[in-house]
């Protein structure tokens, strides 16, 4: 499956964006998607995940903050991002797996697939 995020940009403290990333080559619903990030000179932090089922889990810095859903209609996952402050400045990433359910989610390792990032700067 080849993943294509889109949404970065340039927000102010205290606003909102929503990212997508869109897949294509494989029946989307097979996936378990994720969105991660890297600010710099940090390593990759995930912060949600959404089953095959809709089940979702999240980051405790972003619980209540972030949503995940998606549309297996349309291939697209999503991430409504809501009260950025600065230290959400960061590389975003979705990633997909069509591995059996683990526990194992928050970890990088868990996704077979990537796509290539999208930058979001919140300003101070």
């Known amino acids: 499956v080849q993943l294509q995020a889109s949404g970065g940009g340039l927000v102010q403290a205290g606003g909102s964006l929503r990212l997508s990333c869109t897949a294509s080559?494989?029946?989307?619903?097979?996936?378990?998607m994720g969105w991660f990030r890297q600010a710099p000179g940090k390593e990759r932090e995930f912060l949600a995940t959404?089953?095959?089922?809709?089940?979702?889990f999240y980051a405790p810095s972003v619980q209540g903050r972030f949503t995940i859903s998606r549309d297996n209609a349309n291939f697209t996952v999503n991430l409504q991002m809501n009260n950025l402050d600065p230290w959400d400045t960061a590389v975003y990433s979705c990633?997909?797996?069509?591995?059996?359910?683990?526990?194992?989610?928050?970890?990088?390792?868990?996704?077979?697939?990537w796509g290539q990032g999208t930058l979001v700067t919140v300003s101070s």
């Open positions: 080559g494989r029946t989307f619903s097979n996936y378990q």
């Open positions: 990633a997909a797996t069509a591995k059996a359910y683990s526990s194992d989610w928050f970890l990088p390792g868990y996704y077979d697939y």
């Open positions: 959404i089953t095959r089922t809709g089940r979702t």
